[in-house]
């Protein structure tokens, strides 16, 4: 696949909605739709079309080693006037391959992205750690550069990012940022997040939080004084808690356990789910926004599962909603189907009998 005919087949993808392409050997190029890998209709890919795909990709990398050698490298891939891919080349039976996600010019809003105000409140938090957490592809790059760009329209402040790679490009409106990506600029998370401290942030927004290593500096920079935002790969956030804490050692979790109830300034869990109409998709989230309450149910493990009901009871208070609370807001506006909220509900049965006193 040559250079243009493969850009022509990029924009042909993101025109049609797909949020991955997907190029592998013995197989045509399919794209992810609604949720959906969809092969596309021409013949299967050949070693040398990926080989090709894989050297198109290279040159906008800072890889060093010879295409022969690669076995996975992690990338981004610009196109003009269509955006910004997230790419990873890989192995596959001997042959390479590659997936890329699509990354839009424009930086969605909470409106655009169908997330409550409440995230503009949390945005304005001076100090504290706030997670966005669910499962690959829910979305939440997409709501932590909403948070990122909502404080630089907003604020006068220095906003560190330390991704893997650079997603979302942000350019200085009120805030001056900084972008930084594991590879080219620094070689890992943890010693770019120790490099950030001595760089005068006031936001700093890491990837991922991967490790212990990088999970304790990130407390430690909200500890003092800075505002941190990242992500986890769980459901809610009382699986985000208890993650975060069994990363440690069981003799330093009593301690991680109070710092995090300290600095957890709030969460948001989401999922994409398949849009009524067929087209598209929307999400669903599960607000929490600490307090007194929370706090003492992070220190106390027999009671952090209590976070859920807080979360309902809170909702006209604080802003914040379980993640059932905001499927039966989506059912009543007619983005989800009753058989799609069912399916996606914590607790199927019980989210059954509440559809029938509703």
């Known amino acids: 696949m040559e250079l243009a005919t493969f850009n022509q087949f990029l924009t042909a993808a993101v025109k049609n909605g797909a949020s991955d392409v997907h190029f592998k050997v013995g197989a045509a ?30 040159t906008q990398s800072r890889y060093k080693g010879t295409i022969e050698d690669l076995q996975d490298w992690d990338t981004s891939y610009p196109l003009d006037g269509v955006g910004r891919f997230r790419a990873n080349i890989f192995r596959n039976k001997g042959h390479l391959g590659a997936v890329m996600r699509s990354i ?3 930086i969605p809003d909470f409106a655009k992205l169908g997330l409550p105000k409440v995230l503009e409140k949390m945005s304005q938090e001076d100090r504290g750690l706030i997670l ?61 997040l120790r490099a950030a401290m001595r760089q005068d942030p006031d936001v700093i927004l890491v990837g991922e939080m991967r490790d212990a290593e990088t999970i304790e500096i990130a407390i430690k920079a909200a500890e003092t004084g800075h505002l941190v935002l990242s992500t986890v790969h769980t459901q809610d956030a009382y699986r985000t808690i208890n993650r975060i804490i069994g990363v440690f050692p069981h003799e330093a979790q009593t301690g ?52 859920k009901d807080f979360c309902e009871r809170s909702h006209d208070i604080l802003g ?37 006193f509703d």
């Open 104 to 106: 839009p010019l424009v």
């Open 320 to 356: 914040t909603q379980s993640f059932d609370q905001h499927l039966v807001q989506l059912l009543r506006a007619g983005q989800i189907t009753v058989e799609v909220a069912k399916e996606a509900s914590s607790n199927p049965s019980d989210f059954e009998r509440a559809l029938a």
């Open 256 to 307: 991680v356990r109070n710092r995090l109830a300290e600095n957890l300034r709030g969460s948001i869990s989401q999922r994409l789910l398949p849009h009524a109409s067929g087209k598209g998709r929307v999400v669903a989230a599960e607000i929490m926004v600490s307090n007194i309450s929370v706090v003492e149910f992070i220190k106390d493990p027999a009671r952090t599962h209590e976070i």
């Open 132 to 192: 966005v957490t669910g499962v690959t592809g829910s979305g939440k790059s997409s709501t932590l550069a909403a948070m990122v760009n909502y404080i630089n329209q907003h604020y006068r402040k220095h906003v560190v990012t330390i991704e893997d790679p650079i997603e979302f490009v942000h350019e200085d409106k009120f805030s001056r940022m900084m972008q930084r990506e594991i590879g080219p600029d620094t070689p890992d998370f943890g010693k770019a």
């Open 29 to 58: 190029p399919a794209l992810r739709v609604n949720g959906q890998l969809l092969p596309v209709k021409v013949p299967a890919l050949q070693p040398e079309d990926t080989a090709r795909i894989a050297k198109h990709l290279l």
